[in-house]
């Protein structure tokens, strides 16, 4: 079947604009998970959703940023006010379970790399 | 928190050598380990998940080893070819579900 997807593949904003960023996850995978990569560096978690909740937003690095996953398979990432240092590739992933299980591999998508002039 | 680093950084090899990249990190209370290829541009390809359980796992040239307790582990590619050129980045979930990420080692395989 499909693999994660997400939208748009690139975005280009001015400071102080909102975006709005969005995962498909695969089918049936009740975990989302949301990653920030800058350049040159490893991803950084942000959020993880269980279905419909955010079972941990830890991550995320202040209140301009908020993300939401209604019907729990769609997942969008809001950003507000965006800042230049928001600049970044947003990486996407899904895994099928819920829960601990060590057999959780997460299934990454191909990133939406956003760019705050 | 969690700290994953990945020596080198970047590594340049002739085709058809054997390599290893290295992994470590700083709490050994893991419950798996992840090696992923990023080509550039592009997502994260899942290469081998190794359980904590798990001392290695293989998947064709690929071979990783875990060695929990020192906080270590290594991807071996055997017969390297100018296709596997990308970076590869090493990644451990702890107790909660995220994974904590190294910086990755570029790797370029010279034809």
């Known amino acids: 079947g499909a693999g994660v997807s997400q939208t748009p593949s690139n975005k280009v904003t001015e400071k102080g604009k909102y975006v709005e960023l969005r995962c498909d996850p695969i089918?049936?995978?009740?975990?989302l998970y949301w990653y920030r990569q800058s350049l040159g560096q490893g991803p950084e978690f942000l959020i993880y959703f269980q279905g419909t909740g955010a079972a941990d937003d830890s991550g995320l690095p202040n209140d301009r940023f908020f993300a939401v996953r209604p019907e729990g398979s769609v997942s969008t990432l809001k950003i507000q006010r965006t800042e230049r240092g928001d600049s970044a590739v947003y990486l996407c992933?899904?895994?099928?379970?819920?829960?601990?299980?060590?057999?959780?591999?997460?299934?990454f998508g191909p990133g939406t790399r956003l760019t705050v002039l | 928190k969690q700290e994953v680093t990945q020596i080198p950084a970047a590594l340049s090899v002739p085709e058809g050598e054997n390599l290893v990249l290295n992994c470590s990190f700083t709490?050994?209370?893991?419950?798996?380990l992840q090696w992923f290829r990023q080509d550039p541009g592009k997502g994260l390809t899942s290469l081998l998940l190794?359980?904590?359980?798990?001392r290695e796992q293989t998947s064709g040239r690929l071979n990783a080893s875990l060695d929990k307790s020192s906080g270590r582990s290594t991807l071996y590619i055997a017969a390297s070819q100018p296709g596997d050129s990308a970076t590869y980045l090493c990644a451990v979930r702890t107790g909660a579900n995220n994974l904590f990420f190294g910086t990755g080692t570029r790797l370029t395989v010279i034809p």
């Open positions: 992933a899904s895994s099928p379970r819920v829960g601990e299980s060590p057999y959780n591999e997460q299934f």
């Open positions: 089918s049936g995978h009740t975990a």
């Open positions: 709490d050994s209370a893991i419950y798996n």
């Open positions: 190794i359980q904590s359980s798990q």
